[in-house]
């Protein structure tokens, strides 16, 4: 090294940048693979995308990147834990380590697995056959094995799979706390069900003119903060979120004519994790401190602005006149009171992407317990559909009579995503315990919601969350905004109180 | 070399081929930033654009791809010039050849030269003040020079420019048949514009609902046979076609509520660009056997379908029905002989870009000439707007009363493009040569468009022309479809045809 290069720290941010520059390349590919491509260029989309993500797992498992970590590991790192500097390095070398443990014939061989396990699930799924699937899944269930046996774990190999998604999560702190969840949910909606007559969203499903769908839903993003000077809002067949630079953050949704939530709230959901993005300091792209903190984090941001705001009475109290000026033939006729029930009703289903804010957390607990039973080898994946069954039997009390409603129905086991499930019950979570937070700081909080005043939320989110980065973790960053470790109740205390009215429990 | 490596024609294949890739996502970035990317991303987008850029200069400059090219030309050249081997070889070693000799210094000044100067131009342009402009040309003009110099030429530094965008192809062959060309069309524009009075196009300038004429568009391209299931039609500002992959090939265009030819013409130029990307031989994309073969063949291919098919009269007959029918209000009572006599106005103008058939080339003409002498320095950057006056009255009559509709019109020089108009005029010679020979083989051409049957043209395109890739040069092709050398009367027979019967001459 000569005095005239620069330092090792500037060195190595120079280089992530550069890396963030090819990642941020394959989210353009990937989005325009799943909005716009034409049919027939699958294929070569494939090739493109296989070629980015080898020249991307190469920069980040480059030795000299290990070298310099090392060095500013040895060196520079900040007494200040939550600096920039030592924020880039202490997560610069967590993922660095975790991808350097991985032997690189494994991680193509999970590639391989995962691109015919998608292909096999999807042909089990049409012929409604899990045996089709069987195979495949065995061998994906060993590889995950493998693969946290590489990156090494403390406790249990679920904790490294946990990791991927929820950094610096555990296994036991999210089972205990998931667990108690259970509890309270089978508890809440018993008394829910034990309720006749249920509330009827049969408002919802009328018909709804698409035009009219995307006008509304592209005015409630914009109302709600999402920036379309830097982003966009496109037509898809699985909604989803993606950045493609630091002002280029592009939220997609699909319409259903004859069910006015799936856009709705799918457009709540994506433009909360967007304005997330959005949110963070642009200065900082690709590197840690700009960067989002964990999957639970992410989903604590849509979820919080589809179902804290977008499911409220001061949310509908503002933007229920304008739907029903734009639906005035099916809405006319209904209540405020009346579709805030409706988008409010809980009831127990066999689908997680269909259930209700109360339901809901009882599908991921299922797969996040069943997939623990997988990786710890006390359940054979040929035994998965049963232990599925008896599962929603048991928390649902419904049991489905297929595979395709049952153990078939999410695609992320094919693609190797174990470990992944449990993020969405954390978002959850964080979501409740962050906005009872903000209901205190910010006092007349629904009175704004119901004039359309948006901003002072906003706000909040992007000053206690999204401008850190992954300064925090995202345990340290509930108890920092919320002065207490992530706690269930607060969820179930959100979920009774709207209940309780809406059922009159 | 062990012998279990791969032979090195098929190492440079698999390099090229990896080039491609990279190439072919540098086109899926500037795709969307043309057509969708959000107004604020424009700026890391030119990061994202570089950083590819450079990443594909650095592997067509790789000494490992010059020792390659040595050793196969030295070994392997075929004794047939035109097989796929031989066409690998040839054109890489072209191509590799011209890069190699640039110095990278002069590359990055050149690059660096051209985004300022499309800024500077766009601001002498909304000031109409070429001053603001000048000091960025004539830096770019040296550049230009010291470019032709570092590639070398036998004649002329222009032969060096020009290769660029037509390969092989030499100025003094260029300037012979485009200086016949000027002489025949001044004449025939003369005597057009002797006539009087003019065929009015005002029925054209009507009202044009602008999704009905998206409709139209995406209509007439399918049914000429642009593949929308390897293709799509997209809005933007400056229409262009790119291809993204084998199977993706990307056109756009413009509308103009009050002007029909706009997107209409638009559509059918940009259609034709992208069926010749279509009809490439897939198995060879990103190496030359499946890659375009000029600039000039590839603007043949746009201008055959705009013009020889798009503003016949045997393409109205089938089209014009359906044209009345989505614009009743404004085409209900035009006949189709005055819409035929409408879209084949020929009338001298100013800008090139709204030039018709007769009076385009001459508007080419006059910046071959122009560029010529700058390279040449037989002209000052600083007399360019007064010789292009000049040569505007002498040619077409006219002369521009300010520098926004004279020499700012066009973006090329402000990128560094000098050579590259000549393919313009090229392309309209090489499209009447080629549809003359079509005429000949399909005695019933005119009859089949009439019905609406476009197969059979498309496939005489694609088998005498698409399939061949880079194996023929251009003028080697125009050769071998057409029995004889380029030459300018089929053009000026052509056009004199259609004019004679319009215009009564």
Request: net charge negative; charged share 25%.
């Amino acid at each position: 090294m000569s005095d005239t290069d620069p330092p090792v720290f500037d060195r190595l941010c120079a280089f992530l940048r550069e890396t963030a520059i090819l990642e941020s390349t394959l989210s353009m590919l990937g989005w325009d693979e799943r909005t716009g491509m034409p049919p027939e260029a699958a294929g070569y989309r494939g090739e493109q995308m296989t070629y980015l993500a080898g020249l991307i797992h190469s920069r980040r498992t480059d030795p000299q990147l290990g070298e310099w970590l090392d060095e500013l590991t040895d060196s520079t790192l900040d007494a200040e834990p939550h600096s920039l500097t030592s924020t880039v390095i202490r997560e610069s070398k967590r993922q660095f380590d975790r991808q350097q443990k991985l032997p690189s014939s494994l991680v193509k061989e999970i590639t391989r697995t995962a691109v015919q396990g998608q292909h096999d699930w999807q042909r089990a799924r049409e012929q409604n056959d899990f045996s089709i699937f069987l195979p495949n899944l065995e061998h994906m269930v060993r590889l995950k094995c493998q693969e946290a046996d590489a990156v090494g774990f403390t406790e249990c190999r679920y904790d490294a799979l946990l990791d991927e998604y929820e950094p610096w999560a555990t296994t036991a702190e999210t089972a205990a706390i998931l667990g108690k969840l259970r509890e309270d949910l089978v508890s809440l909606l018993g008394e829910i069900t034990s309720r006749s007559p249920l509330i009827a969203d049969e408002c919802l499903k009328r018909s709804f003119d698409i035009e009219k769908q995307k006008k509304f839903g592209n005015e409630v993003a914009a109302a709600i903060g999402f920036d379309f000077q830097r982003g966009r809002l496109d037509t898809t067949i699985h909604p989803f979120c993606t950045e493609i630079g630091p002002d280029d953050t592009r939220i997609t949704t699909r319409y259903d004519e004859h069910f006015l939530p799936t856009a709705l709230f799918g457009i709540l959901h994506e433009a909360g994790h967007g304005i997330y993005e959005q949110g963070l300091q642009k200065e900082w792209y690709g590197l840690p401190p700009g960067q989002t903190i964990s999957l639970g984090i992410h989903e604590s941001q849509s979820r919080i602005w589809e179902n804290q705001i977008g499911r409220s009475r001061a949310f509908w109290k503002y933007f229920y006149p304008r739907a029903q000026q734009l639906f005035a033939s099916s809405l006319a006729e209904v209540s405020l009171d009346d579709f805030y029930a409706a988008v409010n009703t809980a009831t127990p289903s066999l689908i997680r992407v269909e259930a209700d804010e109360v339901t809901y957390n009882l599908h991921i607990l299922i797969r996040f317990e069943l997939e623990q039973l997988l990786v710890d080898q006390q359940l054979r994946v040929a035994d998965l559909p049963d232990a599925w069954n008896e599962k929603y039997e048991s928390y649902l009390g419904m049991r489905p009579q297929n595979p395709a409603e049952g153990v078939l129905q999410d695609i992320h086991w094919s693609g190797g995503a174990i470990g992944y499930f449990p993020t969405y019950a954390l978002g959850n979570l964080y979501s409740a315990q962050f906005f009872a937070q903000c209901k205190k700081d910010i006092p007349d909080l629904d009175k704004r919601i119901a004039n359309g005043d948006f901003a002072p939320f906003r706000t909040w989110l992007q000053e206690n969350i999204h401008q850190w980065g992954q300064r925090y973790s995202a345990g340290e960053l509930v108890e920092r905004v919320t002065g207490e470790p992530l706690a269930h109740h607060f969820l179930i205390d959100y979920l009774r109180g709207k209940m309780s009215e809406i059922y009159n429990l």
